[in-house]
């Protein structure tokens, strides 16, 4: 392939961020001169802080493939690697077809590399995700109907002891009524939890680094001694309509579950990033606002990780295991999602926001 001598460096076409397929450009040397937005999400970098870099820095490449990478560019001839796992060094690992072609001035020899990665299990992380999901609402229906059903005769219950207690004249019995009323009283807070949400959220123009800020000051000052947090975002990601309280709240949670699992030296850091391109529910959006709250406690306990966002599962003896469920279904009413990575000393709690309206389904099949 050419490049136009005048310009082989880096000025890339308005599409670029546009294109579906992770694309990036490196130099005889194998350091990165440019990559595009969906290259910045698989390999979980951004690209001011990489541009420049060795590939080696950012991405595993045993001795084979730096070779072949070599020879590509000696004898002007393209790579193909089918289903390639690819190990980015700072995010998750990867299947991929890969094609590299070496690029060139007429009339020069090759001083760039073209790649072009088509991630080939995002289809699946696409499919499982929208299976959880299914799951996840059956599990809600099947809880909120629970909730309904104990909340009903709840109401009942602590009417009549009330009336009790007004007819009883014997301090001792009366106290027995008390213990009645209040544990309705905290059954009660608990059912409407299990309910969730039940608004339709009240969309207004939001800016989500003034959400991030409130949460940040909200826990700041009950922040146990040790602890840390930190914001950490992106500001040219524009207003979203979302109902603010709903944002607060599912933010809130999962702050409140970070600051549940560190220990002293513990640190949370607030994130706020923009992804392009980017698919939620089988729903292919332009632009994507990635919240992110990450810690460095001990990680999600293994036997429950697969089932955090279903109701009632906790790793906590005085946990509910409402907190996740909720955000989830608060994000959800947003037509976002909430993603969860953690191992110990990592864990992040992904909230996806669509900025934009849907371009159009994704087929997973
Ligand atoms: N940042 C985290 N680090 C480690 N474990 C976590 C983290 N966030 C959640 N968890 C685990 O996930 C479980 C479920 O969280 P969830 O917020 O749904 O419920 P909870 O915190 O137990 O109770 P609730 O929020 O209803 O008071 C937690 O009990 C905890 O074991
Ligand atoms: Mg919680």
Same mark, same amino acid.
């Given at each position: 392939?050419?490049?136009?001598?005048?310009?082989?460096?880096?000025?890339?076409?308005?599409?670029?961020?546009? /294109?579906?397929?992770?694309?990036?450009?490196?130099?005889?040397?194998l350091?990165?001169?440019?990559?595009?937005?969906?290259? *910045?999400?698989?390999?979980?970098?951004?690209?001011?802080?990489?541009?420049?870099?060795g590939l080696g820095q950012?991405l595993?490449l045993?001795? %084979?493939?730096?070779?072949?990478?070599?020879?590509?560019?000696?004898?002007?001839?393209?790579?193909?690697?089918?289903?390639?796992?690819?190990?980015?060094?700072?995010?998750?690992?990867?299947?991929?077809?890969?094609?590299?072609?070496?690029?060139?001035?007429?009339?020069?020899?090759?001083?760039?590399? /073209?790649?072009? !990665?088509?991630?080939?299990?995002?289809?699946?992380?696409?499919?499982?995700?929208?299976?959880?999901?299914?799951? $996840?609402?059956?599990?809600?229906?099947?809880?909120?109907?629970?909730?309904?059903?104990?909340?009903?005769?709840?109401?009942?219950?602590?009417?009549?002891? $009330?009336?009790?207690?007004?007819?009883?004249?014997?301090?001792? !019995?009366?106290?027995?009524?008390?213990?009645?009323?209040?544990?309705?009283?905290?059954?009660?807070?608990?059912?409407?939890?299990?309910?969730?949400?039940?608004?339709?959220?009240?969309?207004?123009?939001? %800016?989500?680094?003034?959400?991030?800020?409130?949460?940040?000051?909200?826990?700041?000052?009950? !922040?146990?001694?040790?602890?840390?947090?930190?914001?950490?975002?992106?500001?040219?990601?524009?207003?979203?309509?979302?109902?603010?309280?709903?944002?607060?709240?599912?933010?809130? %949670?999962?702050?409140?579950?970070?600051?549940?699992?560190? *220990?002293?030296?513990?640190?949370?850091?607030?994130?706020?990033?923009?992804?392009?391109?980017?698919?939620?529910?089988?729903?292919?959006?332009?632009?994507?606002?990635? /919240?992110?709250?990450?810690?460095?406690?001990?990680?999600?306990?293994?036997?429950?990780?697969?089932?955090?966002?279903?109701?009632?599962?906790?790793?906590?003896?005085?946990?509910?295991?409402?907190?996740?469920?909720?955000?989830?279904?608060?994000?959800?009413?947003?037509?976002?999602?909430? *993603?969860?990575?953690?191992?110990?000393?990592?864990?992040?709690?992904?909230?996806?926001?669509?900025?934009?309206?849907?371009?159009?389904?994704?087929?997973?099949?």
């Amino acid at each position: 392939m050419t490049t136009p001598a005048a310009n082989p460096g880096m000025t890339t076409p308005p599409w670029w961020d546009d /294109l579906s397929t992770a694309v990036l450009v490196t130099d005889a040397e194998l350091r990165l001169l440019s990559l595009n937005s969906a290259a *910045e999400v698989l390999l979980g970098l951004s690209r001011e802080r990489i541009v420049g870099h060795g590939l080696g820095q950012w991405l595993k490449l045993d001795r %084979n493939l730096a070779n072949r990478l070599r020879s590509a560019l000696t004898l002007d001839q393209p790579i193909t690697l089918r289903a390639r796992q690819m190990e980015p060094l700072r995010a998750d690992s990867f299947l991929a077809d890969v094609i590299i072609t070496p690029l060139h001035a007429a009339g020069e020899r090759p001083g760039q590399l /073209l790649f072009e !990665l088509n991630a080939i299990d995002r289809h699946e992380r696409i499919s499982r995700e929208e299976q959880l999901q299914k799951q $996840q609402a059956i599990t809600r229906a099947v809880t909120r109907g629970l909730a309904h059903e104990i909340k009903n005769p709840l109401g009942g219950l602590r009417g009549a002891a $009330q009336l009790l207690a007004s007819e009883l004249d014997d301090s001792g !019995l009366k106290e027995y009524t008390q213990i009645i009323i209040r544990e309705a009283d905290r059954l009660r807070s608990l059912v409407d939890r299990m309910l969730g949400p039940n608004n339709m959220p009240r969309r207004e123009a939001v %800016n989500l680094h003034e959400v991030l800020e409130h949460v940040r000051g909200l826990v700041s000052v009950q !922040l146990p001694l040790g602890l840390k947090i930190r914001g950490d975002y992106d500001p040219s990601i524009p207003d979203v309509q979302a109902d603010r309280d709903m944002l607060v709240q599912a933010i809130l %949670n999962l702050v409140q579950n970070a600051v549940h699992a560190l *220990e002293d030296g513990g640190q949370i850091t607030l994130s706020s990033r923009i992804l392009r391109q980017y698919t939620i529910s089988g729903k292919r959006h332009r632009l994507v606002a990635k /919240l992110s709250v990450r810690d460095n406690g001990p990680g999600i306990p293994e036997e429950i990780r697969e089932r955090i966002f279903f109701p009632m599962v906790t790793g906590r003896a005085e946990g509910t295991g409402l907190g996740l469920p909720i955000a989830q279904s608060l994000i959800q009413l947003h037509d976002g999602l909430i *993603e969860c990575h953690s191992r110990p000393g990592a864990t992040s709690f992904d909230i996806l926001l669509p900025i934009d309206s849907p371009q159009g389904r994704e087929e997973t099949h």
